[in-house]
């Protein structure tokens, strides 16, 4: 019976629907022969010959499902591979990650929790934007966000584009409504001072917690992320 091909491919381990549909639009997946580069796009996995970058993705079997938590800590990418020879998850895994791909992100200078699997449904359900799945952050700042500072935080804030300069006069989105709360406010040993903030968010936006915290004035020191959905 013919299958959206990313689902084929998440099934397979092959990579998260998100990323197979990146592999589908780059034209590195093939079905008999013939590159596939529109989404949507179905194949048969008893019959057809369905590759990606050549190689045959075997998905006459059975696939048992397997869930990991890690740790991650700062200074590890979160992919299964990285061009510029970064250390990156899998590498923490050694052989236990044989199969498994990260669900959504976590940056390079970042820590905390990170879920891989090779369960395509679920990191569907847990990266897709409709499900609004609450991801909780502890972030250490440059100093301590007054009341005001907090309620922008909380309401929702504009940001530009991440990596890009804008225009002026430039559209910027605004963020969703987020869930925060001070920890701790405190010196640290040179006498500075830092707050603990609690952050929960129901959006993905790339590095997000860093900008809302740029944007107020209280860069990030550091950022782990304690807690995603009920996990």
Known sequence: MEQRLQKILSAAGVASRRTAEVLIEQGRVSVNGRAVTELGSKADPDRDDIRVDGRRVKVGRAVVPRYLLLNKPAGVVTTRSDPHRRRTVMDLLGGEGAG????????????????????????????????????????????????????????????????????????????????????????????????????????????????????????????????????
């Not at 804030?157 to 605004?174: D, F, N, T, V």
């Not at 406010?185 to 001072?193: C, I, L, N, S």
């Open 100 to 231: 498994l791909y990260p669900v959504g992100r976590l940056d390079y200078d970042s820590e905390g929790l990170l879920i891989l699997t090779n369960d395509g449904d679920l990191a569907a359900r847990l990266t897709h934007p409709r499900h609004e799945v609450a991801k909780t952050y502890h972030a250490v700042l440059l100093g301590v966000p007054d009341a005001r500072d907090l309620d922008r935080l909380t309401r929702g804030l504009l940001l530009e584009s991440a990596g890009q300069s804008q225009p002026a006069g430039a559209r910027r989105e605004r963020t969703a409504p987020a869930e925060v709360r001070v920890l701790k406010a405190y010196a640290d040993p040179r006498g500075r001072d830092r707050a603990l903030l609690e952050i929960t968010l129901r959006e993905g936006r790339n590095r997000q917690v860093r900008r809302m915290c740029d944007a107020i004035g209280h860069p990030v020191e550091s950022l782990k992320r304690v807690r995603i959905g009920p996990l």
